[in-house]
């Protein structure tokens, strides 16, 4: 499993409006929760989404 460009940008930005100031603690979450399960491609998935989450809210004026 991997993050594509454009599924990852769809995904950031559902997360980010869902969770707010807390999307970054909820991807890093469910990552933790996939390798505690020993699913190490879905863990680096999230990861991945984390990685991008960071960028986007980096560049995005805070409302």
């Known amino acids: 499993?991997?993050?594509k460009n454009a599924e990852a940008?769809?995904?950031v930005k559902s997360i980010h409006n869902s969770y707010g100031d807390l999307a970054a603690s909820e991807v890093l979450t469910r990552a933790l929760v996939a390798?505690?399960?020993?699913?190490?491609?879905?863990?680096?998935f999230w990861v991945q989404i984390y990685l991008a989450?960071?960028?986007f809210e980096?560049?995005?004026p805070a409302m």
């Open 35 to 44: 390798e505690r399960s020993q699913d190490r491609d879905k863990a680096l």
């Open 1 to 3: 499993m991997s993050a």
């Open 53 to 55: 989450l960071t960028t």
């Open 58 to 60: 980096a560049n995005t």
């Open 9 to 11: 940008e769809d995904i």
